[in-house]
């Protein structure tokens, strides 16, 4: 069932017994779990069924610390959420991103990967991808085309990706929720304060407002936040008036280890002539390509050289960005011929002969898609300035620290050293990696994957919710999402968000029986 929030009379209370805010991958997965269950279930969606500039707005913030993409653009505020721009890429993270690392402060998840590994298995449908199968070996078999590079896997291995065409939950899954008897969707239904009992155990009502003035509570036994890591954030230091630092932020971690993935190019790979078994493992095509391999440090190596998690992929380049390489392969005029054959459209033979350089084709960039260490430096905050709601925008402050510099050196020196010890290529690493007073480059870039700021941990001196997802302190509220995340490996987080729905839904569908 859909009502729009718009035509409720002013004051009206809703009352269920589960309310889910936030209409996403996260929220509409949990959603969808309880239909047919007999219990009455609200969906709280602050934007309407599609893009609305003045509702997108609210999600407008302050950048204080690292560059980084206008907050209002990184996520949708509409049914079906960031799904709506996501690209379908899905990956699993690997087992020592659950595992607490001496040389990674703060890391450590209170669960385990086999713990995960059911619900992962459930996701897969859900994201409308293929059978969890995520080793290279695996897809080989499939597509003989798919083959591996020769390197040494215990040190550099190939993770795997598989695609989803991508799922836009907010059209995918519109016609199962409009049509549930026990789930109501509220469109326009914009979260504002959540309010606990007198003795903050528990939370009591929510308040919604509109833009056009309307106020709304919400009563039911359970909730869950099911925003994205910067606005479940927000509306925990916002619900300050009960206690003045917001709900579950007794030991001031909320809004503190926010993470996003490095994605930044590291370098350029060519690759020798003696490769001919062709780049179908590694290349992606939109909409076209299943699954894709890329090259990752094995955890062996992480332990070894104290370095976090992260991968590289190949995309193809041209002579010039190599132009300033030192590949042994490589001669300025060979180099300038290939540069004016690429300029006549590459008309006719590539300049040079089988033992020479090898044609265009064999030219990469190296772009890493690396992890972020836990910071709690790096963090969401309130700002003076509200929102058209009257809610407190945000301020993100995105910090890293020197583990990211010495991952991304160390990596590539290995990555390097493998590809010339196996005879397979040349790696020419860019200065800002080897260079040991070089800042972060133009290139900083994220993933948008926003993670953390409510992190899982089974103490409340360490983290916002317990290993259930549950916030400290607070009885009926849990959070869904990738603020939940302790670390963030190298995979895309969409998998793990819905896995980790699907096993917060169980552990809801316990509580209420």
């Not at 560059?67 to 960031?82: D, K, M, N, Q």
């Not at 833009?211 to 925003?227: M, N, Q, S």
Request: charged fraction near 20%; hydrophobic fraction near 40%.
């Amino acid at each position: 069932m859909h009502i729009d929030a718009r035509t409720l009379p002013n004051g009206s209370l809703l009352e269920g017994d589960l309310c889910i805010v936030g209409a996403g991958a996260a929220g509409i997965t949990i959603a969808r779990e309880w239909i047919g269950s007999g219990y009455k279930v609200l969906l709280l969606e602050g934007g309407g069924l599609q893009y609305e500039p003045a509702l997108q707005d609210s999600y407008r913030g302050e950048i204080v610390g690292l560059p980084y993409f206008p907050l209002e653009a990184a996520r949708l505020h509409c049914f079906g959420g960031t799904t709506g721009h996501w690209a379908g890429w899905c990956s699993p993270l690997d087992p020592i991103d659950f595992e607490r690392r001496d040389w990674v402060p703060h890391s450590g998840w209170p669960i385990r990967r086999d713990d995960l590994d059911p619900y992962y298995v459930r996701a897969q449908p859900i994201l409308q991808l293929g059978p969890y199968e995520y080793s290279a070996a695996a897809w080989q078999r499939r597509d003989s085309a798919m083959t591996p590079f020769g390197l040494d896997p215990r040190v550099v291995w190939t993770k795997m990706w598989q695609f989803s065409p991508p799922t836009r939950f907010g059209t995918t899954y519109r016609d199962a929720i409009f049509g549930a008897r026990n789930v109501t969707l509220y469109t326009y239904a914009n979260v504002c304060e959540i309010e606990p009992n007198e003795t903050v155990t528990a939370i009591q009502e929510l308040r919604i407002r509109g833009l056009d003035g309307k106020e709304h509570r919400v009563r039911a036994r359970h909730y869950v936040l099911a925003c994205c890591s910067i606005q479940n954030a927000r509306l925990l230091l916002a619900s300050n008036r009960r206690v003045p630092t917001g709900l579950g932020n007794g030991n001031d971690l909320v809004g503190r280890f926010f993470m996003e993935h490095i994605e930044i190019p590291g370098g350029h790979l060519v690759l020798a002539p003696s490769w001919t078994a062709g780049l179908r493992m590694y290349e992606w095509i939109a909409g076209v390509t299943k699954a894709r391999g890329e090259l990752a440090p094995h955890a062996t190596l992480q332990r070894e050289r104290h370095m976090l998690n992260g991968t590289v992929s190949l995309w193809p380049g041209s002579p010039d960005e190599v132009a300033k390489s030192t590949f042994q392969m490589m001669t300025p005029e060979v180099l300038a011929a290939m540069r004016d054959w690429e300029a006549r459209g590459r008309v006719g033979p590539p300049p040079f002969a089988e033992n020479e350089p090898p044609p265009v084709d064999r030219f990469f960039n190296v772009v890493s898609r690396q992890e972020q260490a836990p910071n709690p430096r790096s963090r969401v905050t309130l700002s003076a300035e509200r929102d058209g709601f009257g809610m407190p925008r945000v301020k993100l402050d995105w910090r890293m620290t020197d583990l990211e510099r010495h991952t991304f050196r160390a990596f590539y020196e290995v990555l390097g050293r493998e590809f010339g010890r196996s005879g397979l290529g040349r790696v020419q690493i860019l200065e800002w990696i080897t260079s040991a007073d070089a800042g972060w480059p133009s290139t900083l870039s994220g993933g948008w994957h926003h993670m953390g700021t409510t992190r899982m941990h089974e103490s409340a001196r360490w983290g916002v919710v317990n290993p259930d997802c549950q916030v400290h302190g607070l009885a009926n509220l849990s959070i869904a999402g990738s603020s939940v995340f302790p670390t963030g490996g190298a995979a895309n987080p969409t998998l793990t968000i819905v896995a980790l729905s699907l096993r917060l839904s169980d552990t809801l569908k316990r509580k209420v029986a």
